[in-house]
């Protein structure tokens, strides 16, 4: 199996730019998947493939991805994006899947 | 309105079994893989279980494999988890996923609310 590593803990300004990484093997491979989880909440698809947003999610969520890295970037944060950002992919043998241990981004 | 709920969870004795089950509605339930993934408490995300549009597919993680057992039944909208030989570390709240698949990717787009499951004597 493959694992995914992200930051435990990130911090931004009200209103500026932030990036969230995910390092891992199966990512040379596979695009990832970020979940959004607040307290008390299941989580929310925020970004998945190359960039791509559901629908109701804002455009201030982007994704992309080099080499072992995907990254997640929000342009512009605001209070309500404080929350835990998870990323997730299929592992390498593509036939099970593995999340990262999670970022928890605070908004100052 | 898309919605996935997910009950059976409880209190149950190391060693014991439980099934959970996931109901789902507002969309073409067989069209689409699902999964199972689950959150200890205070603790991150962990993917458990994942089956096929027909059953024809499963996987499951390794710290599951022998005691977990996946199934659907499209007919009735609904995923099951089977849940053996419980071990404390099982505690955690259990949530089913809808699977997306498109050309951009996949990923977990609905998300049920959860169903809890505690393993403690």
């Known amino acids: 199996s493959s694992e995914l590593t992200q930051d435990p803990a990130v911090s931004v300004a009200l209103g500026q730019t932030v990036r969230i990484t995910c390092q891992g093997d199966s990512l040379r491979s596979y695009y990832a998947s970020w979940y959004q989880q607040k307290p008390g909440q299941a989580p929310v698809l925020v970004i998945y493939?190359?960039?791509n947003r559901p629908s109701g999610i804002p455009d201030r969520f982007s994704g992309s991805s080099s080499g072992n890295t995907a990254s997640l970037t929000i342009t512009g944060a605001q209070a309500e994006d404080e929350a835990d950002y998870y990323c997730n992919s299929r592992d390498s043998s593509g036939n099970s899947w593995v999340f990262g241990g999670g970022t928890k981004l605070t908004v100052l | 309105e898309v919605q996935l709920v997910e009950s059976g969870g409880g209190l149950v004795q190391p060693g014991r079994s439980l099934r959970l089950s996931c109901a789902a509605s507002g969309f073409t339930f067989d069209d689409y893989a699902m999964h199972w993934v689950r959150q200890a408490p205070g603790k991150g995300l962990e993917w458990v279980s994942g089956?096929?549009?027909?059953?024809?597919?499963?996987g499951y993680a390794d710290s599951v494999k022998g005691r977990f057992t996946i199934s659907r039944d499209n007919a009735k909208n609904s995923l099951y988890l089977q849940m053996n030989s419980l071990r404390a570390e099982d505690t955690a709240l259990y949530y089913c996923?809808?699977?997306?698949?498109?050309?951009?990717?996949?990923?977990?787009?609905?998300w049920g609310q959860g169903t809890m499951v505690t393993v403690s004597s």
């Open positions: 493939g190359k960039n």
């Open positions: 089956i096929s549009w027909n059953s024809g597919s499963i």
């Open positions: 996923a809808k699977l997306l698949i498109d050309s951009s990717g996949d990923a977990f787009d609905i």
